[in-house]
């Protein structure tokens, strides 16, 4: 769940499914990684253009998404990295290979969150 106007305007977020020592550093890669699971996009219009879009902010209202990963987790398994679908095995992988990152629409980084909480 997040703040659909926490940038004050439109973002995407990339999830992804590898380990740290992969990740792609740059922004512009995203897209192209082999490692991307999703994307989602959220369009959210700045609170200076749009006059209702600061009531669900001041309110405190949150957003959310579903977005399916099982695809690469399948080549996860095929590979012997993940043992099967089971709870017991798709829990620890996801703590330990799923990361995300939020840009702006002109691809710069807004913030960099892993496992829920923020890298550096």
């Not at 991307?36 to 309110?59: S, W």
Request: glycine letters at 4%; one cysteine or more.
């Amino acid at each position: 769940m997040f703040l659909r106007n926490a940038f004050n305007g439109p973002f995407t977020i990339y999830f992804f499914l590898c380990p740290k020592s992969r990740f792609p550093d740059d922004p512009a890669e995203y897209a192209v990684s082999s490692f991307l699971a999703r994307i989602n996009h959220v369009f959210a219009a700045p609170r200076e253009v749009c006059d209702n879009c600061g009531q669900p902010d001041a309110a405190g209202v949150l957003a959310s998404d579903t977005v399916p990963i099982t695809p690469l987790q399948l080549d996860y398994m095929v590979n012997g990295t993940l043992e099967s679908m089971r709870a017991e095995h798709v829990c620890p992988f996801l703590v330990k290979y799923l990361r995300w990152r939020v840009v702006s629409v002109s691809h710069h980084p807004l913030c960099a969150l892993s496992r829920g909480r923020k890298e550096v």
